[in-house]
């Protein structure tokens, strides 16, 4: 210290939080003085570090009490605001009504696509060994993609090779395989797993011993549902089941209960038995079958292991086994001109739902389907927001006394903000318990839209709770924000004095109202769009006549029977007047789809391969251009085929009846005949190559009959008759056709269906946005409206007034949102190799809708004003 | 009328001593003097706070000392109605210990 006589100082640090915590607004700080005075007279007498101490001390000592007065003050001021906040939403029913429905419609929606991706997210993660299970993926290098299934030996020999791998799993699945118990017989999806499938995966049991319970060959594990289907309320354990593969029966002993599979579990099965049983249901000795890809193998490794350190090392081991399967793609004339055209890599089992976009063999998905959800239920969300901002903007001119009142008492900007926000998360704390109730109501419809089994459960949860929390106060404030921060910078003396204008916050208005009823028109012209494509799809002439067509499935998967069977059925159903035409065939559109590979000119054509019977034309109604159908006289017809005229165009032929040509490995085949082009697979792709062959190589699985539209269900129930006459082992299975079809067009129909409601509610909210502004307006112009009226303006005029200011934001709109909506909704329908041409109807009638329906609704409230009598509104006292 | 609490007690009777010479300071020292402890200034803070709301004391702001870097001193005075409640928690006082003898006190 330089000068040896000047009095120590208090510490700075502390003199100010002490500043903090006894607030004097004069800036006299008396009582700070008393303990400085304290503090002198303690380094006095002391030393100057006690002192110092000491006033540390009384500094933090000081904390907690002026904590609590603090909260004490605030609270009393909460109090207020909370008050207010009723009052004010008592106060403007309409508006407050507007507000709360718009907010709740917006966070029923948040919620439902939360739990949507919270579920998206989930898959798989139930195992408790999800991080060490990976699965096996072939890589096919010929044809270009990646499946799950693969040889069924080739998980032992990796085990075999690698100490790493600690366990191994392999599924096959085997479909419409008859299970009988007493009378009830049904076609079930059999799974075929190794006995440690379930110390592997996480499926708990709910009857039966876990290492046990598919130990023996002969014993069956069934899920719950499974069970009640079969059993009711019978207890299953024990009970024995008769499954019948291909044509032997074999008698299972029910030796467990499984819990019913997690909604987010992408393994899936219902009845599982022992890999014992794979060679009786295959001819093959599938245990050294390394050339059909049979099944899905899933390895469990140990934790210090890397994926990728097994996966570098697969094909070596595999290949000496794979050469056969090479050695077979050579012959064929592989692309691939060296080198393998098939390999393995491991991908982790949480993984499998999002992140397998070119991977087939078990249903999957994809995160932009989330992200798009995401993006609805916001856009929903903002355009309720931008209903509460513009309302509350609307309302300030009526409120700016309360706030000049406010200010002038003493009223802090802080303050100011916190009571605005306080209001908005009132609203959307309302909002928000109603938005609850509205998605619940929603749950069944939204499930069914988005193939998921939600329940309200998942809503209570702790993190649920704390998403919703967040979103309630989130939307609290920035609805409350962009008020708040206007109010909050009025000039307490233009207030007061009544010269309070607010020019600015028009503007502001008025592109908030662009954008909403943008969003509104954008989703109108994207669900337009779908619905049109959607319709062009559905009546879209596919080369032959879909509609009433039955399509029964045989279940008979050996060649020679097969074809006996159908010949039977046929022989069987043939008189009955309603039935018009029979035949069959080995595939049909979305079943079990055969393509081979024609070598021509050192170009390969891929061409859609269809074994069928006669009458197949006839039946299908395709049309032949050139040459015959098959017939019986034509002995050589087993050699024949019928091609359409893409394979004719991609040949290069000119005259193709009679030319030959050959379809991979197989012998030469005659063109007898060509039919006009159809589409056996989705619109989404061009029509491809197709050749209809008779090969008595192959089997018939699918019966084609076509039946008059008169008395559809007699005709079912007939054919059903006749069916279990001649096949009482198993069920009569049968769709029609044009469903099939319609089954590719799930998603988008579903999109569709997505996209319409968003679009509906969008428009409604935006119009009660419309509506709730035009309330606020003609309120505050009642007085103009009367001069004007006495005047001499007629009601159309005051009407053109009030409205046509919104119908030109909508038209604005309009104009903002066509090219934007032009463009996405143009790349959407790229997907489409069949699409209708965008027009200009799908943006007219949005447009349209819009401006009526803004008319309509701003006009409404107008009309009562403009037809009041202006004596009401300009009398004074 | 609520009786006074012995906190409040006491921060009168030290004011009534002090005189002119009561500000917040002082009223430690002698509060330090009757009872023989350290008194925190936050209690005596409060306490004040609380007499002055309650119309007991009445406060004048006084003149700047270099010893309280530079503030000034709040001084405080007993009002009527301070003397009034004083006094009547005097008269409780002394009724109250009247009658016991002060041998009661000597254990054993």
């Not at chain 1, 979305?590 to 061409?607: A, F, P, Q, S, W």
Request: hydrophobic share 45%.
């Amino acid at each position: 210290m330089n000068k040896p006589n000047a009095s120590p100082q208090p510490p700075r640090l502390a003199v100010w939080l002490l500043k903090r915590l006894f607030p004097d607004e004069k800036g006299l700080y008396t009582q700070l003085g008393d303990i400085d005075e304290a503090f002198n007279a303690m380094a006095k007498e002391k030393s100057h570090f006690v002192a110092k101490a000491w006033y540390w001390m009384t500094a933090l000592r000081s904390i907690p009490c002026s904590i609590w007065r603090s909260l004490a003050w605030s609270s009393v001021m909460m109090k207020n605001y909370l008050k207010i906040a009723v009052r004010n939403l008592q106060k403007y029913k309409t508006g407050s009504l507007i507000n709360i429905v718009g907010l709740s419609i917006g966070l029923a929606f948040c919620i439902l696509i939360y739990l949507f991706i919270k579920d998206e997210l989930s898959f798989d993660r139930f195992h408790e060994k999800a991080d060490s299970i990976y699965t096996i993926v072939t890589n096919d290098h010929f044809y270009e993609y990646s499946h799950r299934h693969g040889p069924v030996p080739i998980a032992p020999v990796l085990k075999d090779h690698f100490p790493e791998i600690e366990n191994f799993v392999r599924l096959v699945s085997q479909r419409n395989v008859p299970v009988k118990y007493k009378d009830n017989i049904f076609n079930e999806t059999i799974t075929i797993a190794d006995p440690q499938f379930l110390e592997v995966f996480s499926f708990p049991l709910k009857k039966g011993n876990l290492a046990k319970a598919l130990i023996s060959d002969s014993s069956i594990i069934l899920t719950q549902n499974a069970a009640n289907k079969y059993f009711g309320d019978e207890n299953p354990v024990e009970k024995v089941l008769l499954l019948t593969f291909v044509d032997k029966q074999k008698s299972f002993i029910v030796n467990g209960i499984a819990e019913n599979i997690p909604s987010n579990s992408s393994i899936n099965f219902s009845f599982l038995i022992n890999m014992d049983n794979l060679n009786s249901i295959t001819s093959s000795n599938s245990e050294i079958d390394w050339r059909t890809s049979r099944s899905q193998s899933y390895l469990l490794l140990n934790e210090y292991t890397e994926a990728e350190h097994i996966e570098n090392r697969i094909l070596a081991i595999v290949k000496p086994y794979m050469s056969a399967v090479y050695e077979i793609r050579k012959r064929y004339g592989s692309l691939v001109e060296k080198g393998e055209t098939i390999t393995y890599s491991l991908q982790n089992l949480k993984d499998i739902h999002l992140n397998s976009s070119n991977i087939y063999g078990l249903p999957r998905s994809d995160i932009r389907k989330s992200y798009i959800l995401a993006g609805i239920a916001l856009l929903i969300l903002c355009i309720a927001v931008i209903n509460f901002i513009n309302m509350s903007i609307g309302r300030a001119s009526v409120r700016a006394r309360e706030i000049g009142v406010r200010k002038m008492l003493g009223a802090g900007r802080k303050q100011l903000i916190r009571q605005f926000w306080i209001e908005s998360i009132c609203t959307s704390l309302i909002s928000i318990v109603l938005g609850l109730f509205i998605a619940i109501l929603m749950l069944p419809v939204f499930n069914s839209l988005s193939v998921k089994n939600l329940t309200i459960h998942s809503l209570y949860h702790f993190q649920s709770i704390a998403v919703f929390l967040l979103l309630m106060v989130s939307v609290g404030v920035l609805a409350g924000s962009f008020p708040a921060l206007v109010m909050a910078n009025f000039q307490i003396t233009d207030i007061l004095w009544g010269k309070f204008k607010l020019r600015r916050k028009n503007l502001f208005t008025k592109m908030l109202i662009i954008l909403q009823f943008s969003m509104s028109v954008f989703l109108l012209v994207a669900s337009m769009v779908m619905t049109r494509q959607i319709r062009f799809m559905k009546n879209y002439n596919l080369g032959f006549d879909k509609d009433g067509i039955l399509i029964v499935d045989l279940q008979e998967r050996d060649t020679v029977k097969s074809q006996e069977l159908l010949k039977l059925f046929k022989e069987n159903i043939q008189t009955h007047t309603a039935i018009m035409s029979v035949s069959g065939c080995m595939s049909s559109p979305n079943r079990t789809d055969l393509y081979g590979m024609i070598k021509h000119e050192g170009k390969n054509i891929y061409v859609w391969e269809n074994r069928v019977t006669f009458d197949y034309l006839k039946t299908m109604k395709m049309n032949l251009i050139e040459g015959r159908d098959f017939a019986i006289e034509f002995t050589s017809d087993s050699s024949a085929v019928i091609v359409n005229q893409k394979l004719v165009d991609e040949l290069g032929l000119d005259q193709p009846i009679g030319k030959t040509f050959t379809i991979g490995p197989n012998p030469p085949v005659t063109i007898v005949g060509v039919v006009k082009n159809f589409n056996y697979s989705s619109l989404e792709e061009e029509v491809g190559a197709a050749a209809l062959n008779m090969d008595p190589k192959s089997g018939l699985f699918y019966a084609v009959v076509r039946i008059s539209g008169e008395n559809m269900t007699d005709t079912i129930s007939y054919l059903g008759k006749k069916w279990k006459e001649i096949q009482p082992l198993r069920p009569f299975t049968y769709s029609f056709l044009d469903d099939d079809i319609q089954l590719f067009y799930g998603d988008e129909n579903r999109w569709n269906a997505i996209v319409g409601y968003s679009s509906f509610f969008t428009v409604l909210i935006a119009c009660m946005g419309v509506f709730g502004l035009t309330l606020i307006t003609v309120n505050n112009r009642v007085k103009e409206i009367g001069i004007r009226k006495i005047l001499g303006a007629s009601v159309s005029n005051i009407l053109k007034l009030v409205t046509s200011e919104f119908v030109l934001l909508v038209m604005t709109a309009n104009i903002i949102a066509w090219p934007l909506a032009w463009f996405v909704i143009n790349r959407w329908l790229q997907n489409f190799s069949y699409r209708v041409s965008f027009g200009l109807w799908p943006l007219l009638v949005p447009g349209i809708i819009t401006a009526i329906v803004s008319l309509l609704t701003s006009g409404g409230y107008s009309i009562k004003a403009a037809t009041a009598n202006p004596v009401d509104s300009l009398r004074y006292e | 009328m609520k009786l006074l609490s012995r906190t409040e007690e006491l921060l009168l009777n030290c004011i009534l001593r002090l005189e002119e010479d009561a500000y917040t300071f002082m009223i430690r020292e002698k509060l330090k003097e009757i009872t023989g402890k350290t008194w925190a200034f936050g209690a005596i803070f409060i306490s004040l706070d609380r007499l002055e709301s309650k119309g007991y004391v009445k406060s004048y702001l006084g003149d700047e000392t270099p010893e309280r870097g530079g503030r000034r001193k709040r001084f405080y005075s007993v009002s009527k109605e301070g003397l009034k409640a004083l006094a009547e928690i005097r008269k409780i006082d002394q009724s109250m210990w009247e009658d016991l003898p002060v041998s009661i006190f000597d254990q054993d």
